[in-house]
């Protein structure tokens, strides 16, 4: 039988722009505050994963945290790379060989929209110069198409984006933190139809830190250790619709977060119906909603009426995004999600201050989707 | 003005009815685009290469309101003169479905299951004054 591993501290970075602190340090300030809120000094960290995609390699954080020693090693995964990096570090303490750990992820991005490294990416320089690679294009055809298949209303569209600044308005941490209407969100520059300006994140900055415990020994760090109970990653099969693909096959296949979702409920030994609140990659308004039932969490369609119902508000039947998602706080690529493992641990504790879950609740998910077709599931408990 | 393609090897040029060029797999039959050596579905490590069909209906499709990034982006990302264009994935029967500019920008006027054609379209002017073109869909007529 495996190790079990408890989420024994964690620490954050504000995410957003932040003039004249680089990536790197802003994620040497959440390790720091992770290992004050666990109790450790970085000393007694025998091992770390982390990553940025644009801030530079993680492991030289040490010269400025203390050269200790310590087993450090970087995590390059795309949109995947903070839930990589916990999945990691999940696995190194399940397997015995170590008993304290930490996952970092941190970025700081230029202004605007991603600029594609097309050849990085394995595609042909005609893909960039025609024009086509833009992640903002794939999810703009995504939910059109879904829009068309099932039935969701603009409308809906724009009450996610009202929902995730109204959430983003009760969280410190957070970019956007000025509440704007549905009608805001709708009538805001269409940017790549029919996601508008408010509809999409933007990349950003920030850095997020989690230390990890065997948890057996979790009591020695805190009196709210939050337990692991799964961590996936999986890539896409053939048939799925995936951002930045000159082309796609005929048949259709779900796609990798159904197949990260599925198999972190195999590992929890739960369903869909025990999580109380999920935070679900949204870096645009569709992606919430498309994203609910891909994890399973609903059919598809059903979405138009729980959010128009507020099902998904921090009061509602199924909390989701309760810190704004990437769309109040952006998306440093490395930290995304952490970041949403950073919000479930406080909900769980039930230290998420204004934007607390009411009628505690126990179980949390977290789900991360990108380029070039990858997704990460979490599933945390208390 | 002499015209040139953006690259060579991912459609038919110069041609009077332009073609995608693409891959089927010698082993299962899949289609892929553009041209490459290896089989997604069934791991097949032969393919030939294979020109795709003209017309197919829209999928889905959706409109870049704004300027992309330069580079990559070979067009114009002047905010003052950038005219939004149309992108969308069409299904052509039997093969595969192609992501590629679309000659229409109103949403009014695109519909998915719209009959689609390929057409080759001006896309910016290189250093030495020619023309350099790449392929989108246009709606028939």
């Not at chain 1, 933190?177 to 950003?204: H, N, V, W």
Request: hydrophobic share 40%; charged share 20%.
């Amino acid at each position: 039988m495996s190790t079990e591993v408890a989420i024994v501290g964690i620490g954050m970075h504000e995410f957003g722009r932040t003039e004249g602190v680089s990536g790197m340090e802003q994620g040497v300030i959440a390790v720091r505050r992770a290992c004050a809120d666990a109790g450790v000094k970085w000393e007694d960290v025998q091992f770390a994963f982390g990553g940025s995609a644009a801030a530079g390699a993680a492991d030289t954080m040490v010269s400025q945290l203390g050269l200790t020693g310590l087993q450090f090693i970087n995590v390059a995964n795309g949109c995947a790379t903070g839930g990589s990096a916990l999945f990691s570090a999940y696995n190194t303490i399940r397997s015995g060989v170590f008993d304290l750990g930490i996952a970092i992820g941190f970025d700081k991005h230029e202004r605007g929209a991603f600029r594609v490294d097309t050849r990085g990416a394995g595609l042909g320089n005609w893909y960039g110069a025609s024009g086509l690679a833009l992640t903002t294009q794939f999810f703009g055809m995504k939910i059109n198409r879904y829009m068309h298949e099932y039935g969701i209303s603009h409308s809906t569209l724009g009450k996610v984006s009202e929902k995730a600044f109204r959430n983003g308005s009760m969280n410190p941490m957070a970019w956007r933190r000025k509440p704007i209407s549905e009608q805001e969100a709708l009538d805001s520059l269409m940017l790549s139809y029919p996601l508008t300006q408010y509809m999409f994140c933007s990349p950003g900055e920030g850095g997020v830190a989690l230390i990890l415990a065997r948890a057996d020994k979790a009591h020695l760090y805190t009196d709210k250790p939050i337990f692991l109970n799964a961590a996936v990653v999986r890539s896409r099969r053939f048939g799925s619709f995936e951002v930045l693909a000159p082309s796609i096959a005929l048949e259709h296949n779900a796609g990798p977060t159904v197949d990260s979702s599925k198999a972190a409920f195999e590992m929890a030994g739960i369903g869909p119906e025990d999580i109380d609140l999920a935070q679900l990659q949204d870096t645009e308004a569709g992606a919430e909603v498309m994203h609910m039932a891909e994890n399973g969490f609903c059919e598809h369609g059903e979405q138009e009426f729980m959010i128009q119902a507020g099902e998904t508000e921090i009061g509602g039947k199924f909390p989701v995004n309760t810190d704004g998602g990437c769309l109040a706080n952006g998306e440093p690529i490395g930290a995304s999600g952490l970041r949403q493992v950073y919000e479930n641990v406080l909900q769980l504790r039930g230290q998420a201050g204004a934007r607390q879950v009411p009628n505690d609740p126990k179980v949390a998910y977290t789900h991360v989707y990108g380029a070039p077709g990858i997704s990460g599931v979490t599933i945390l408990s208390r | 003005m002499a015209q040139v393609p953006v690259t060579e090897g991912v459609f038919t040029w110069p041609s009077e009815t332009p073609q995608l060029i693409g891959s089927r797999c010698v082993a299962c039959g899949n289609h892929m685009f553009p041209v490459q050596a290896g089989c997604p579905k069934c791991t097949g490590e032969k393919t030939e290469q294979v020109l795709l069909g003209r017309r197919g209906t829209l999928w889905t499709w959706t409109v870049q309101g704004f300027p992309p990034k330069a580079p990559p982006y070979a067009g114009d990302v002047d905010p003052k003169t950038f005219k939004a264009f149309g992108v969308g994935y069409v299904e052509l029967p039997g093969q595969i479905k192609v992501e590629a500019r679309l000659t229409e920008a109103d949403p009014e006027k695109l519909k998915i299951g719209m009959e689609m054609e390929l057409v080759i379209v001006p896309l910016s002017t290189d250093a030495s004054g020619n023309e350099v073109v790449t392929f989108a869909f246009a709606p028939v007529a």
